[in-house]
């Protein structure tokens, strides 16, 4: 299982016992339980009804013991934190598609906003930072706060969008197109089970992020220090910025490979319907990502292709 540390630690309670937000056994511990008494050999000692003897035992036997005691769905029903989810209340495919079209049309309302208003770009940069950091490890999901991160981002994308398409003029409509067009490709193949995500791939995935992050904070330093960017060194003939571009939007493919299995296994687990909006959440910002490193390749080649 790999993903969301907060979907996974819920999934696996629910599998190995239960979870407390949605009940004492989750989706499954219940029916082990009644699995462990249905094969005890003294179960029919515990039974809540008393048993009767040919040879007459008086009435009373075993009652006062036995007959009262509730049943263990009732035993486990008073213990603190039990709190079963009600089925309309567990997640469903429908609730995180719904919370995702919410989320990028708050991005696409952003968008609008910074791409007449380019100087709210630093703004949504800033933004997007801090809610992203928020809600990446924010325990309880606020739908506030993820639908705060969506319009930061979409302030980011409109006014970097603008500003590249006033310098290479129909690169933002590329953009989307191409972002629209892997987000297909890649969801076509996971439905069809031809790709999933796996512990030795994430592994690496989150090894090569470190790494991507640490490249930029490397660039940034360079840039402050001596006036020149790394970006736009030579590597085979090509930028680099190109080469950090096409290693971006695999990335970021493998990124969006996690956001669906970690929905596929949250709605397969039955977890609770706010969780819809953490998964949102990861969708988004796998997305936003893919259309700046997509928007990094096509700005590298116009670049080329200008010079030329």
């Not at 790394?230 to 930028?239: I, K």
């Amino acid at each position: 299982m790999a993903g969301n540390p907060f979907i996974n630690s819920i999934i696996k309670k629910n599998r190995q016992g239960g979870d407390p937000r949605f009940g004492r056994f989750g989706a499954g511990g219940q029916a082990a339980q009644q699995n462990q008494y249905q094969q005890n050999p003294y179960g029919a000692q515990y039974s809540s009804e008393p048993q009767q003897y040919q040879g007459g035992y008086p009435q009373g036997y075993g009652q006062p013991e036995y007959q009262n005691q509730p049943g263990y769905d009732q035993q486990y029903a008073q213990q603190p934190g039990y709190s079963p989810v009600i089925e309309g209340e567990r997640l469903t495919m429908n609730d995180v598609i719904m919370k995702t079209g919410l989320s990028l049309a708050v991005v696409v309302l952003g968008a609008a906003v910074g791409w007449y208003m380019p100087i709210l770009l630093v703004v949504g940069l800033i933004g997007g930072l801090v809610l992203g950091l928020v809600n990446g490890f924010k325990r309880k999901v606020s739908p506030v706060l993820v639908l705060a991160y969506a319009l930061a981002e979409g302030l980011l994308l409109g006014g970097l969008s603008g500003l590249l398409n006033a310098r290479y003029p129909g690169i933002a409509l590329q953009a989307v197109i191409a972002t629209v067009v892997v987000f297909g490709t890649l969801l076509a193949l996971f439905a069809n089970g031809k790709i999933r995500a796996t512990p030795k791939l994430t592994k690496i995935f989150l090894g090569a992020s470190l790494g991507y992050l640490a490249f930029f904070v490397v660039s940034w330093g360079v840039s402050l220090f001596t006036h020149t960017s790394l970006m736009n060194t030579s590597v085979a003939g090509l930028p680099l910025g190109l080469i950090v571009g096409v290693f971006g939007v695999a990335l970021a493919s493998y990124s969006l490979v996690l956001d669906f299995t970690n929905t596929t296994e949250a709605v397969e687990a039955g977890l609770p319907e706010r969780e819809s909006w953490r998964l949102a959440f990861g969708l988004t910002a796998s997305l936003v990502w893919l259309y700046i490193e997509i928007l990094r390749i096509l700005m590298y080649l116009a670049s080329i292709f200008s010079d030329n």
